[in-house]
């Protein structure tokens, strides 16, 4: 495994209180589970080369690039991510097929799920590789409904210090 850091830097170096701001409020950017005591790594290559982020994320961002991008398929142009930091996807590949990149958390409006589980009903729109991110900060929903362990089957699992990461293919 390649390491993608740089020199540790303090939490706030580099980091204005906008950007501090921005990551507080937005689940799905790197940093977001980094505490303010946390020591911050710059990372040093490839998509997300330049921004700071904390081990954790780091770590994540890691394991999807070394472990999960080569699980991908020659030739499959999308994915699906439940979880926090779906951003992390862009360092394989393809690219995510959902209605939207942001988790799904409970409560979740009956209404408004089925709409979504419709959505994934139609063979056309399932890709053929969903990865679910579980941790303390966030346990999503399965926008696929009930049907999923019908049409999908477990590849491979990763835990992180923070949480899971599962990898299903298409069956």
């Not at 505490?35 to 998509?47: D, K, L, N, P």
């Not at 770590?59 to 999807?64: A, N, S, T």
């Not at 399965?142 to 049907?147: E, V």
Request: some cysteine.
């Amino acid at each position: 495994m390649r390491p993608c850091l740089e020199t540790p830097t303090a939490s706030s170096a580099g980091v204005d209180r906008a950007d501090r701001a921005y990551l507080r409020h937005n689940p799905g950017s790197l940093g977001d589970s980094t505490t303010s005591h946390q020591v911050r790594h710059r990372i040093a290559e490839g998509f997300f080369s330049g921004i700071q982020a904390g081990p954790d994320d780091i770590q994540l961002l890691e394991i999807v690039r070394d472990r999960v991008a080569p699980l991908v398929q020659q030739g499959q142009p999308w994915l699906a991510y439940m979880g926090r930091n779906p951003g992390v996807i862009l360092v394989t590949p393809v690219r995510l097929q959902m209605l939207s990149s942001s988790p799904l958390v409970a409560p979740v409006s009956a209404r408004g799920l089925a709409r979504i589980v419709a959505f994934y009903s139609s063979p056309n729109n399932r890709p053929m590789t969903v990865i679910i991110y579980r941790d303390p900060l966030v346990d999503p929903v399965n926008p696929m409904g009930p049907l999923f362990g019908e049409w999908y089957t477990l590849l491979r699992t990763e835990q992180t210090s923070l949480g899971v990461l599962e990898i299903y293919r298409r069956r």
